[in-house]
């Protein structure tokens, strides 16, 4: 059981999900919480991160670090993608054995599993048939992460799990008009759009391709749960995070598009890649152990919007 007062690491507390993770668990009044901005600390130097967790022995690890992107930048950036998301994984996950931690979670991607995966995607469909091409650095990456920590339970008896959420979206996310994911791109582009009173935005790809968007808070609950009550066998290789539901990119524009009060056109930019013709999570294993989402998409665009506005508006979005 996680005593209040044990050690944890939250690798990447200032993206996305680790501030998801860094907020759940002050929530639940987790009260030794360590952690290092990018600067202090490189994830990608093996002696800067051995270093580290020798100092700092934490008990509990949870692994949401690394460089993220849509699938524009993972296009055009695939060498960094696959740098950064190896060396990371591989340098806490063998700090973490050498150190001793006693739980390590590791937060994976649902772009792992093979672009013509039986839908919803079993976690079994690992690795049964090639990758979907535009992601296809980032996944190979993620697919070694969680296959190390795999075998180091086997050989070191460690007990490192895995977990692979769906697209997430919610506060603090990157919100660059050409890097960032689909949603925090929309809420960029209709927001800018409203206020500068233009007529029409142009978006990405035919809007065809179905996705399933989960709220980071949902998932930071999700993680700290599997933490708490369970160990790496019981969750097999690697345990889908999702909502079990997905949406067009054409209907989450028109979604998003209201929440904004933008009243222009949308028009679609064919050269752009659609990426993943469908990528839904088959949740069943996760919803049989106890965890379900709470924040319907409503709701997160609301809060996600909100976030952006505020960020908007003190200037501390950059370019
Ligand atoms: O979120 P996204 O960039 O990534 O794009 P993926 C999802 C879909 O939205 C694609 C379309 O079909 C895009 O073509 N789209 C439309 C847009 N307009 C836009 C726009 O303005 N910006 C963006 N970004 N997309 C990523 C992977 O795949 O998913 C990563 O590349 C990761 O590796 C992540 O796994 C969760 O869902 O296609």
Redesign the pocket.
Known sequence: MMDLQDKIYVAGHQGLVGSAILRRLQEEGYGNIVFKSHRELDLTRQSEVEAFFLAERPRYVFLGAGL????????TYPAE?FYSNLAVALNVVHSSYLAGVKKLLFLG????YPREAPQPIPEEALLTSPL?P??EA??LA?IAGLKMCSHYNRQYGTDFLSVM????YGPNDHYH??????????LR?FHEAKETGASEV??????S?L?EFLYVDDLAEAVVFLMENFSAPDLGETINIGTGEEIS?RD??ERVRRVVGFEGEIS??ST?????PR?LLDVHRILSLGWSPKVSLSEGLEGTYRDFKARWEAGTIVS
């Open positions: 993220v992107g849509g699938i524009l930048a993972n296009t993608f991607s649902s772009c792992i979907e535009t992601n980032y996944a993620k959420p769906t697209n997430l008009p050409e890097k960032s994911h689909v949603l925090p791109a929309l582009k142009l978006l990405w790809g035919s809007g391709p996705r990119i989450l524009a679609w930019d752009k890649p659609d990426g993943m990528k």
